[in-house]
């Protein structure tokens, strides 16, 4: 026993020199005394060591050297190390290792839990023809599979998107003397449900039912799942129709199916459909939890839609659920981004008061919304305070301590400030205080070091991010683009193009926006339409901007048809929308191309376009100079006729041009209409000062109703001081 112990003793001690590690489990293998113990425990420090080492033809001696083992128990030195292989992510070899052992021990069973292992290492590794011949050498070498085997053989189709051949298996399951699970079903119903085949699904708890295979909790978590994966693909309307038959077949629905289905309207803007969930949970018999109301009310402040998420907050109280810290880190968002600082400011007081567990969610709201509201003195003393509080307490994992976000929020804010070094200053005590950067953090600097026009300082400041392992993303591109146009160094923002491609990086519309501004800042249109020509046959979808982008500098010099040919391919595109003939005519007026000018403006006309955003005056005022007073008079004439409301004084060079060219009715008649039109336009601006007064005073009201009266309710203040609230991450609610 004392060699054996000391040669265990020296394969511990030379974990670090694998070769010497290999020479003494050597010594160890021909020892035939050695215990087997002893030696099986030798055996997996060593594959671990030349694992670790990548000493692979090592490993393979060791498979010679073990082969002939002789086989006393069925722990047999190879099947370890096969175990140790998969388990390392080395399945090939592990494999390997199985067909030797075959080939001299042919007769010697194996596990079954050794072919799982295997067969599960295999799908891990996506190596479906080992999986394959693994299943044919178990069923050769009569090891019969079981359930969780064929789960696993499932689980391995359905990944790789061959759904039929796993329907296949679940079929043969009992002729293999093995029936499914409700784990099976499971596994094929969400292999259904992300391939968007929900009607095979349905036929599947069919399937299970009539088999009996699982109680009534299962089925109902496998329509929670089949819920779950219909939302997550987008597919909302069958989701719908999913809980409807989940009602109309008798399965017992928990709060959990209804709070996944109105999690997934909310989420995809479907307000109305969750609201009308909720009134289905209620009717069904099941009350709307914390969760629930949290669900619709973030769902109305996202929306930025205030009062409906008033509402669900009193009704929420009314029913006896108390806000979390959930609801109000919503609530709070939702008044940061209104700018409604005041109320956010006594929400948060009144937060404290009652006892709410603040969390760093919460403060990088706080943080973001005085940041948006130009607050960045008070921002950066709320970090200071965090951190000090954090001290004081003396805990490392206190749940408000500031981590990447907070200081990506407040690094942003300084650097757009152009507070370059306060940002710089911010950088360095992140890092100091053992938060690390991630390629985020980088991106701001580079950004709006480029904005700037720093683009040296940028480049700089991308060679560090680069040193640290982060490569650049579209974003970096896309600031680093728009930086080198903003220098007219084309030739290198068209080199970080090409680099973009070769790296697998696609630009996107941004990209090409920044390359199309730059160029037509520097009079090269040319080049700029070009590049629209490649964002078409490249498939990235131009934006209004594209178009505006290109417009203006064509028409700026003079290139009118080449502009009214952008025009029309992004009418082909979008459709006719206002921005864009606005857009044109204002260009066309400036450019005095009137006839031009009138054409697109009597077709906004026709299509009954606001014309708030057309200098419809200065384009009349125009027409009357040049001795076109007729154009000036049908265009006026149109306008009257389509019952368009618009500035009384666009009559004026029209009336004073008829004057001149002897037309005293027409003028007279038009002097009539003008002031016609000067009376209503009076009368309605009375009307609509005394509507906003009435609004004002109402918004007060029901703010001071909607908010404050919220804050200081008995209810409110009980939910938080008797109830003691238990704060949970909204997530737990949705496992199935």
């Known amino acids: 026993m004392e060699p054996a112990k000391e040669l265990s003793k020296a394969l511990i001690k030379n974990t670090n020199n694998p070769k010497l590690a290999w020479q003494i489990f050597k010594r160890i293998a021909s ?46 030195p190879m099947v370890l190390l096969m175990r140790v292989l998969a388990k390392s992510g080395h399945v090939n070899l592990a494999i390997s290792q199985l067909q030797a052992f075959r080939s001299h021990h042919p007769n010697k069973p194996l596990s079954i839990s050794l072919y799982n292992l295997l067969i599960w290492s295999s799908l891990q590794e996506n190596l479906p023809d080992c999986v394959r011949l693994l299943y044919e050498d178990m069923i050769v070498s009569g090891v019969r599979p079981e359930t969780y085997t064929f789960n696993l053989l499932i689980a391995g189709l359905c990944d790789s998107g061959c759904l039929e051949d796993a329907r296949k298996v679940l079929d043969k399951m009992p002729e293999r003397g093995c029936l499914p699970n409700e784990f099976t079903f499971g596994i094929l119903v969400r292999g259904y449900c992300r391939s968007g085949r929900a009607s095979e699904g349905l036929e599947l708890l069919e399937v299970m039912r009539s088999m009996e295979v699982a109680s ?81 009310l973030h769902g109305y402040c996202k929306k930025g839609i205030a009062s409906e998420a008033n509402k669900v907050l009193h009704n929420m109280i009314a029913n006896g659920c108390f806000p979390n810290v959930y609801t109000c880190n919503s609530l709070l968002e939702s008044l940061w981004k209104e700018g409604k600082v005041l109320e956010a400011e006594e929400l948060l007081k009144k937060m404290k008061e009652r006892g709410y567990a603040l969390n760093t969610v919460t403060y990088n709201i706080i943080l973001d919304g005085l940041c948006q509201n130009g607050q960045m003195d008070k921002a ?11 001290n004081a307490d003396g805990n490392d994992n206190h749940s408000c301590k500031p981590d990447l976000i907070t200081y990506s929020t407040i690094i942003n804010a300084l650097c757009k400030d152009g507070k370059l070094d306060e940002a710089k200053k911010m950088f360095i005590e992140m890092i100091g205080r053992n938060v690390y950067p991630d390629s985020i953090i980088y991106d701001i600097f580079v950004s709006n070091l480029c904005k700037k026009g720093k683009v040296s300082s940028a480049f700089r400041v991308l060679k560090e991010m ?17 930086g080198l146009g903003m220098k007219s160094q084309f030739f290198e923002m068209y080199g970080l193009l090409n680099e973009m491609r070769e790296r697998g990086i696609f630009p996107n519309v941004s990209t090409y926006n920044n390359m199309i501004r730059s160029l037509c800042e520097s009079g090269q249109t040319n080049d700029a339409t070009k590049l629209l020509d490649e964002m078409l046959n490249k498939g990235v979808s131009p934006n209004i901007s594209t178009f505006k982008l290109l417009i203006r500098p064509l028409c700026q010099i003079g290139e009118f048809r080449p502009a009214q040919e952008v025009f029309n391919i992004s009418l082909s595109i979008f459709g006719h929308k206002e921005a864009l003939y606005s857009f044109l ?29 057309f200098s419809y005056g200065d384009f009349i005022n125009k027409l009357s100079k040049v001795d076109m007073v007729e154009c000036a008079t049908e265009v006026l004439q149109k306008m009257i006729k389509k019952r368009y409301v618009f500035e009384p004084a666009s009559f004026m060079p029209v009336i004073d041009g008829l004057r001149v060219t002897g037309n005293i009715r027409e ?14 336009i009076k009368v309605s601006n009375q009307v609509n000062r005394h509507t906003k007064v009435f609004n004002r005073r ?13 804050l200081h309710s008995e209810r409110f203040q009980f939910g938080f001081s008797e109830l003691g609230l238990v704060i949970k991450d909204v997530k737990q609610h949705f496992q199935v």
Not at 667 to 680: K, N, Q, T, V
Request: charged content about 20%.
């Open 466 to 482: 680069e040193k640290k392992g982060y490569n650049k993303s579209l974003q970096t591109y896309n600031s680093l683009i728009l």
């Open 698 to 710: 109402r918004n007060i009201n029901n703010n001071e109703n909607n908010w404050q009266n919220i």
């Open 31 to 76: 020892n035939p005394s050695f215990p087997s113990d002893a030696f099986n425990q030798s055996l997996l420090r060593l594959t671990r060591i030349l694992i670790g080492s990548k000493m692979f033809t090592e490993i393979d001696a060791l498979q010679h050297l073990l082969v002939r083992h002789p086989v006393q128990n069925s722990a047999h």
């Open 216 to 296: 009534n909790v299962v089925i109902y978590n496998t329509y929670n799942i089949w819920l779950l994966g219909l939302i997550r693909n987008g597919m909302l309307l069958e989701a719908q129709v999913v809980l409807n038959e989940m009602i109309e077949k008798g399965v017992h629905l928990t709060i959990v199916s209804y709070n996944i289905m109105m999690d997934g309207l909310c989420k995809n803007g479907m307000l109305h459909d969750a609201k009308m969930v909720m009134s289905l949970m209620k009717n069904g018999g099941v009350a709307p939890d914390v969760v629930s109301y949290s669900i619709l």
């Open 585 to 613: 005519f204002n260009e066309l007026v400036a450019g005095d191309e009137l006839l031009e000018a009138k054409d697109i403006f009597m077709s906004a006309l026709d299509q009954c376009f606001a014309i708030g955003n």
């Open 667 to 680: 003028a007279d008649e038009f002097a009539e209409l003008m002031l016609g039109m000067g009376s209503e």
């Open 380 to 390: 950066v003393e709320t970090m200071d305070e965090l951190w000090n509080q954090e």
